[in-house]
């Protein structure tokens, strides 16, 4: 695994943000939409979950930003509307009778040698050991990829970068309230097993300035139209 990096290093490093009208798939709660635009693209958030969304459009606005509500492998966009399409940590969350069919509607919204920009995480590293409990996602992140190299084929250009990367909680309250808000059903695993789960996150935590850090192996294919 390469050295660390931010997600934004590496998504700025493969995709220029500058003028680029970009759709931001799985969306969540909108911090990559207001990451792009705050450097320079026209974005716009695709989530089709309601507490996301709620928090989404509550957050400052960074410029034009905009949310829709709807479903990776049916979007409410035209053909060629977007230079690029990211799925940022959001295409294993898609059925997985449905990931083709998201890539495919992905490819169809991008314009003729535009981008597909995939983010998925890899089932290692102290961030994958602290969900695994809740929802271990090893099958469905080999599902993911599987459906990226199925669509491949079909693009005039593939690229596959690996490196390494760490996000932050303030404490055990923010990763459970995050949890909860990406998928509301995560409620009574909490309920259930709160104190294991607080037991699991103060062991692989590692306490700095910006709050408790788990680091994340990542994957990112790169698909050119």
Known sequence: M??????????REH???????IVDIGSGAGDLVRYMTKHGAKVVGLECGAAQLKKANESPLQGDETYVEGFGQDMPFNDGQFDAAVFFNS???????HMTAALSEASRVVKN???????EPLASGTGFELHAPIDDETEVRK????AIHSISTSMSGTREVTYSTSYFYDDYEDFRAESIRIDPVRQPIFDDRDDALRANFDKLGEME???YRFDQPMRINILTQ
Do not use: M
């Open 2 to 11: 390469s050295e660390f990096r931010t997600n934004g290093s590496v998504l």
């Open 15 to 21: 995709l220029q943000l500058e003028g680029l009208h």
């Open 91 to 97: 295409l294993h969350h898609v059925p997985p009778e």
């Open 113 to 119: 040698n535009g981008t597909i920009y995939i983010a």
């Open 143 to 146: 599902l993911a990829l599987q």
């Open 209 to 211: 300035e910006k709050g």
